[in-house]
């Protein structure tokens, strides 16, 4: 739920409340299993600025200045006194940089409206009435960094960890089988295990958004994955347990975790409240207690082999048709031409790593990509914008013949034969290209040059009544400069591209091709669609206007 009153999210006023009546709760936010313990909450988690300052504050030096301050006034409003403290911690880094002549960190120390907000936000969250348990503020803090990684566009909700694809039970069990070996031995982890390329890359391969169901996927998120993962509890790996009390301990923090990220949904997800309300998370916990009995799947020490088979390759088509997906909105809609190469480029980065995830994973079926090739992409159907205008062609190429210069400064420079997409306007554009000025603005030069650029390159008979007729145009006709007009065939060359790298993905992921074929035909398609954008952002070419309004009829 979002807390009008502070402008924050509760998860995020929660973990700042506990700390504040409670520095004890400061150690469920480290990571005691590592190497070098540190707070895997970062400040950099919360959404909202003064909240990260809080926080930020709090951390270096606040908890100590507030138990500090609590000693020396015994007989002090508590809240007061901790509000007071925090206050004083949080000022410091301005009133250095402030010291140092920084005027917008004097600015900021002046503007005592804030100072006074803050204090009194702070107050009200250190007061004992204030509606969390400190005891679960790691849960709290988990929501908190999954609602900065996974922003949901459902107003409320905090994150969405997957989009389920389709499921019946025998995709949950083997789903289940995983989870459940895994907790009936939190070593099993390991073999999920990999060393990504990227420092950013969660070092496991198998990830949340590959599972079917997205109650699964939160399940491993929250045992593996996730931030203070239920395989890092000391009782975990306590060799004085039984298999079935670490089990036992590890599902007691799975739903305890899933229950609060529920109660965060709730007031804008009914699923969530309804879960709350049926005490489903109870029934969960005894669902995988039977999934982590030895008995559960033929062979528990097989979990990696059961994830690749029934979670990770059968995620591949799905994950892949989605970007193609995110391609086609892209395409389709007036962003920019560097917007468009900056989706294209992510979706390419997504694909390295989904390879390279899936390359990590023991395959049962590896080497057999060899063997198969993608069917072409089907023919866009009708409906779709068809990205050609021949009368814009015609246009350029008339303002071509007349000033050939052109070509050598503005959107114009741009321009390439495949901006063109009729024949003889492409082959034109050539000539002129391949001609001296001169010589480009002599329709019989050029048309001559043109037919037998055609013939060299192996094309068609060119239409002697389109190159005449256009040839007559630039002899009669008066035209605008090509810039406007030739940085409209710029764009919808790259929407054009775009528009049929997603339509040959899409149609390659509905194939029954190997998940790895799958993955390398998706990259070269936007590979090429990349390309193009990129060339032409290099260009600077000025945005166009929708291509509804300019999109002329096909001839």
Known sequence: MNNEQYGAPQHELNVLSSLLRDRSAVNQLVDWNRPDPQYWLTPDHFQTAWLQDAYRALLSGGLDAIEQRLRAYPNADPATVTADAVMATMAMPYQQRAAAGDPSAQAALNDSAYWAAVH???????????????????????????????????????????RGRASDNDTLVQELAVIGAVLNNPTRAQQFRYAPSSPDASPYWLQPQDFADPMTAEIWDALVTGPDPAIALPAATDPSLTPQQRATAMIQHITLRLDHNDYHRSTGDEGAKARREANAHQVLATYLARASAPDFSPNPDNAAQYAVSFILEPSIPAAVENLAGRVRDHGLSDTSLGQIALELSTNE?????????????????????????????????????????????????????????????GPTRSLAAQDFTQPEHAYLFKAIQSLPPHAAQDPWLLTNQANQLARYEGAPTLDFQELNNIALAA?????????????HLVTMTVRRTARDASTAVEAAARETLDPRTLIDHSRQQFQQATREALRYHEQSVPGPSPYSTQQANVA
């Open 120 to 162: 009194s936000a702070v107050r009200q969250m250190a007061q004992p009435s204030w509606p969390a348990t400190t005891q679960y503020a790691r849960h709290d803090a988990y929501v908190t960094v999954r609602a900065a990684q996974h922003p949901s566009t459902v107003t409320n909700v905090p994150f969405t960890l997957s």
């Open 349 to 409: 980065y997504a694909l390295d790593q989904l390879a390279e995830r899936l390359d990590a994973a023991p395959r049962i079926l590896t080497g057999y990509s060899q063997e198969q090739a993608a069917a072409p992409a089907p023919e866009p159907s009708q409906g779709q914008p068809s990205y050609t205008s021949r009368p814009t062609e015609r246009r350029v190429l008339i303002s071509l013949m007349q000033d050939p210069s052109q070509l050598q400064s």
């Open 475 to 487: 002899r009669t006709l008066k035209v605008a400069p090509a810039d406007q007009a030739a940085g």
